[in-house]
């Protein structure tokens, strides 16, 4: 990173919910990970002190919202509510996985906007800027006064996929119409083109067959998707395709969240191999067999020395 007098020095934190991706970045940058302790009570409250000063510093704190949610969310805020008092000069959180992203909006009467409340708590807890990646929802950088560094990891998962399983008759597939945009993307990457699953009565899918908008038969078939969560989707979508004769199917996806019965429907469905990210931290008994992942390191460890030198960090929005 360069050296810099002028700048105020820089700090990175990690909290529990994704060390070793915290720890990647912090090498990427360059500065290595500061001290802070992560206890709990006995009954479950979270207590957590910063071991050295962080007076005046420009703060980075990475912690993914993801599995357990709720507990690193609150290990989130106690932690920025730790460096306020401190007198830290900024903090900026690094949330590689945003969740409550999918509550963007009010789908029926009477619902939260959760995603909305997030960024209210992390503003009023004091977060000077959010830097995150593949938000399930592009609106959600609005709900926020501050600013939102939005990266993508569309061109780091698009170049592993060319490197290691070729660009030979592709053909990039939106699970459902929501996500043709996020498929489009991928196509210009990988100059395919591109198809969708009619998937338009998600809450009775038995009553409607889904079926391919475009041609995948004989090509290699790409799903494309900002997470994968129980997999139902995903495995619905690659079933659909082979019928509809594409010779081979590859599920892609930035956020491995892998609930409940998620591992068992990706190796039983007809997927040559699932390409995530290191987003969310995989514990061993989520991965398997058809698994590859991608690491997001450098991606944001770039964000961050971007950031610090008060440089553009606009060519990252694209990747």
């Not at 360059?30 to 206890?39: A, E, F, I």
């Not at 998962?157 to 945009?181: C, T």
């Not at 995989?282 to 997001?296: A, C, I, N, T, Y």
């Amino acid at each position: 990173m360069t050296d810099d007098n002028t700048r105020p020095k820089i700090k990175l934190f990690s909290l529990n919910s994704n060390p070793e991706l915290a720890e990647k970045i912090s090498e990427a940058v360059g500065v290595p990970l500061s001290k802070s302790t992560v206890k709990k009570f006995s009954d479950d409250e979270i207590k957590i002190s910063v071991d050295e000063s962080i007076r005046g510093t420009e703060v980075y704190v990475i912690q993914s919202i993801s599995n357990p949610v709720n507990t690193n969310l609150m290990e989130l805020l106690i932690m920025v509510d730790a460096l306020r008092r401190a007198s830290a000069g900024s903090i900026n959180v690094v949330i590689p996985y945003y969740g409550y992203s999918r509550a963007d909006r009010k789908a029926r009467s009477r619902e939260p906007i959760t995603a909305k409340l997030l960024s209210s708590f992390l503003e009023m807890d004091g977060v000077d800027r959010v830097i995150t990646l593949d938000l399930h929802a592009d609106q959600i950088q609005g709900f926020f006064d501050i600013p939102v560094d939005h990266l993508r990891a569309a061109r780091l998962l698009a170049n592993f996929f060319e490197k290691q399983h070729g660009k030979d008759d592709l053909v990039i597939i939106s699970p459902d119409h929501a996500s043709v945009s996020r498929a489009r993307t991928f196509a210009e990457l990988l100059n395919a083109p591109i198809a969708i699953i009619d998937n338009r009565s998600p809450e009775d899918a038995n009553t409607i067959p889904e079926s391919v908008i475009g041609d995948v038969k004989g090509k290699r078939a790409i799903v494309v998707d900002d997470m994968i969560d129980t997999a139902i989707k995903t495995q619905i979508a690659s079933e659909t395709l082979k019928k509809s004769g594409a010779k081979e199917i590859y599920a892609v996806a930035t956020h491995a969240i892998f609930s409940g019965d998620a591992i068992k429907r990706l190796s039983d469905a007809p997927i040559e191999k699932v390409i995530v990210t290191d987003s969310i931290k995989l514990s061993d008994d989520r991965k398997f067999d058809k698994l590859e992942v991608v690491s997001v390191d450098k991606l944001f460890g770039e964000a961050i020395k971007l950031i610090h030198n008060q440089q553009s960090v606009g060519k990252l929005f694209g990747r």
